[in-house]
């Protein structure tokens, strides 16, 4: 094998890992903050109190999290990818879908025994209670529009489209995202939180997807990879 490509191969490589390792690590950070009441919590709860505000568009920006709202978006981009993946002759044309499917189920099973766990109170705009870390809505967007995202990509055909695509994606995560902060449903830590959770998640399924669909995609690889 050329130099070169040892070198691309190993430069890949080290990227794979920071694009796992950091959300990880900061993942990692944010929770012991949390679970210790540390001086990053004291932080972000001043920060809460300069930036909710409730109002009409924050309540319907947070909606965007809501799983009647995300998941139905989901459930379309896996229908339209798996008819294509079918189309193209892809012996495991369901395999792309299974995966997406499996991410979004992985949310509830993460988030529900962390928020148990670690007992976070809400803000003073919600009713005395516990569980808002991570913040459950933040991660539902960012999985189901991400992985929406991550499936449609390969089968457009112009950059522009694709990063039109990828624009609106983050339009919807982080409208979701500021809506929860502003109409004080979360912390900012609890969005922050799930946003570095959802990137390993999300990471994971674009290294699953670009390894075994690259073959059934226009342009192969590079389409996945893009």
Same mark, same amino acid.
């Given at each position: 094998m050329p130099i070169s490509a040892n070198r691309e191969r190993t430069a890949f490589a080290g990227s794979l890992a920071l694009l796992l390792a950091l959300p990880a690590l900061f993942f990692a950070l944010i929770t012991w903050q949390v679970a210790a009441d540390g001086p990053l919590v004291r932080l972000d709860e001043r920060l809460s109190r300069a930036l909710v505000n409730p109002d009409r568009c924050s309540e319907l920006l947070a909606d965007l999290g809501n799983i009647p709202v995300a998941v139905p978006v989901l459930a379309v981009a896996l229908?339209?990818?798996?008819? /294509?993946?079918?189309?193209?002759?892809? #012996?495991?044309?369901?395999?792309?879908?299974?995966? @997406? !499917? &499996? $991410?979004?189920? +992985?949310?509830?099973?993460?988030?529900?025994?962390?928020?148990?766990?670690?007992?976070?109170?809400?803000?003073?705009?919600?009713?005395?209670?516990?569980?808002?870390?991570?913040?459950?809505h933040t991660a539902t967007a960012a999985v189901a529009y991400g992985s929406a995202t991550l499936l449609l990509l390969p089968w457009?055909?112009?950059?522009?489209?694709?990063?039109?695509?990828?624009?609106?994606?983050?339009?919807?995560?982080?409208?979701?995202?500021?809506?929860?902060?502003? /109409?004080?449903?979360?912390?900012?830590? #609890?969005?922050?939180?799930?946003?570095?959770?959802? @990137? !390993? &998640? $999300?990471?994971? +399924?674009?290294?699953?997807?670009?390894?075994?669909?690259?073959?059934?995609?226009?342009?192969?690889?590079a389409a996945v990879g893009r």
């Open positions: 229908g339209y990818v798996a008819v /294509r993946h079918r189309d193209a002759g892809a #012996d495991r044309w369901w395999l792309p879908v299974a995966a @997406a !499917v &499996l $991410l979004m189920a +992985l949310v509830p099973a993460l988030v529900v025994p962390l928020k148990a766990l670690l007992a976070r109170p809400g803000t003073p705009a919600e009713p005395p209670g516990t569980g808002y870390y991570p913040s459950g457009l055909r112009t950059a522009l489209a694709r990063r039109a695509l990828a624009a609106l994606c983050a339009a919807l995560v982080l409208g979701a995202s500021y809506g929860l902060v502003r /109409r004080g449903y979360h912390w900012p830590l #609890d969005v922050v939180g799930s946003w570095c959770l959802c @990137a !390993v &998640l $999300l990471s994971s +399924l674009w290294l699953f997807l670009r390894r075994t669909t690259a073959a059934d995609v226009p342009g192969g690889t």
